[in-house]
């Protein structure tokens, strides 16, 4: 068997521990003659394997007392609706951040909802590359909430600062960035993202509210999206994504195994600095976002001349290099560096852009 790097932005590289604890288990789950897709999910055995990632989750991110964690479906753009629909009610206005794609989607759904201001904008012709300082944010003080994107994996920007938003509850979209470092949850009225890139496969979605903004639901909002209604049901008001918990929590037992999100920070940055160093020093290859908000787990790159980008991918795969290619809107590549892809991977790929730059460059 040989497995490739997988640099794709999501389903991503999972761990190989992981992957092969799953498999050692999944025709009997600790004896239960069952594999966990066949248990039910108010079964002693699914309950026991739910309340542990919840309280895993909880340990390694310092969820404080007085938040509820739920896992939903419907995936991060599901919460683009299902945020406002919960939460916009108690103003009926909303603040968004748009910093890329991502949080653009996010402001363009919410509008349906409510009266949403883009506080601040980052987008120039059409490209982002900086989050726009704090300063520069005009923010309502009588918004429901401030919306951004901690990390907007297609254009490969980063917040490294957690927004000032005073008694307007902060929400964040995480999909691409949770448990890669340390966050202040207490920050934070609300994080939300799907499980597909750090945390396990899709099909999950990670809401983590704080109580007091959990209540306030538009009338309209399905009973499934009601945050109050999952949050009573222990997200089991529907069958939840039994299989995908189950592999979130053994990816949660590892990244604890490994050291917590400190040590995911270290590893992410030193596996970042091997590729930004590189794109640095290239001069066949560019990255043009700020330094200061260089994303460490989406880096978009592009060759000198776009017209070599088939043969650079084509050369990538012979080497088992694969999910380079970067997003139909922006082109060029992105290597996405999620907690599972190794120093190894990073070292593989700078490798062979240097042989692909000698032969084309
Ligand atoms: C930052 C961010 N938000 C939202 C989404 C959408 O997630 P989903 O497809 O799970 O709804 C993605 C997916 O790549 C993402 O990266």
């Known amino acids: 068997m040989t497995r490739v790097f ?3 932005p999501g389903p991503a590289t999972l761990p190989e521990a992981v992957l092969r604890q799953a498999a050692e288990e999944m025709l009997d789950w600790h004896g239960s003659g069952m594999s966990v897709m066949e248990m039910s999910h108010r079964g002693k055995e699914f309950m026991s394997i739910h309340a542990e990632a919840e309280s895993l989750l909880c340990e390694l991110m310092g969820i404080p007392a007085g938040y509820k964690v739920l896992f939903l479906q419907g995936g991060a753009i599901g919460q683009n609706a299902i945020v406002p629909m919960n939460l916009i009610g108690r103003t009926g206005r909303a603040d968004y951040v748009v910093t890329g794609d991502w949080s653009k989607k996010s402001a363009k759904e919410a509008a349906h909802f409510g009266e949403v201001r883009i506080a ?3 987008e120039e012709g059409g490209r982002y590359t900086r989050v726009p300082a704090q300063a520069e944010w005009q923010l309502d003080p009588k918004a429901a909430y401030v919306h951004y994107c ?3 994996t297609i254009g490969g920007v980063e917040f490294f600062w957690t927004p000032q938003t005073g ?5 964040a979209d995480m999909s691409s960035n949770i448990l890669s470092r340390p966050v202040d949850v207490a920050r934070h009225g609300l994080i939300y993202a799907g499980a597909q890139k750090n945390m396990g496969p899709s099909g999950l979605t990670v809401v983590i509210v704080r109580e007091d903004l959990i209540g306030h639901a538009m009338p309209i909002t399905p009973s499934v999206f009601d945050y109050k209604i999952q949050a009573a049901a222990d997200s089991m008001y529907n069958t939840p994504p039994t299989y995908a918990i189950y592999i979130a929590g053994l990816v949660f037992k590892h990244v604890k195994s490994l050291g917590g999100l400190a040590a995911m920070e270290a590893h992410n940055r030193a596996k970042a600095a091997v590729l930004y160093d590189f794109l640095d020093k290239s001069g066949f290859y560019s990255n043009p976002i700020q ?3 260089r994303s460490l787990m989406n880096v978009p790159f592009w060759l000198k001349d776009a017209a070599l980008d088939a043969a650079f991918l084509q050369g990538a795969q012979a080497r088992g290099l694969v999910g380079l ?4 809107s922006v082109g060029g590549m992105r290597a996405s560096l999620y907690n599972a892809m190794s120093i190894e991977g990073v070292q593989a790929l700078v490798a062979y852009m240097r042989d692909f730059e000698a032969q084309h460059g």
């Open 291 to 293: 330094r200061e908000a």
């Open 120 to 122: 601040a904008s980052s």
């Open 325 to 328: 290619k970067g997003h139909r």
């Open 6 to 8: 997988n640099f794709s």
């Open 150 to 152: 901690a990390n907007e």
């Open 167 to 171: 008694d307007v509850p902060l929400v």
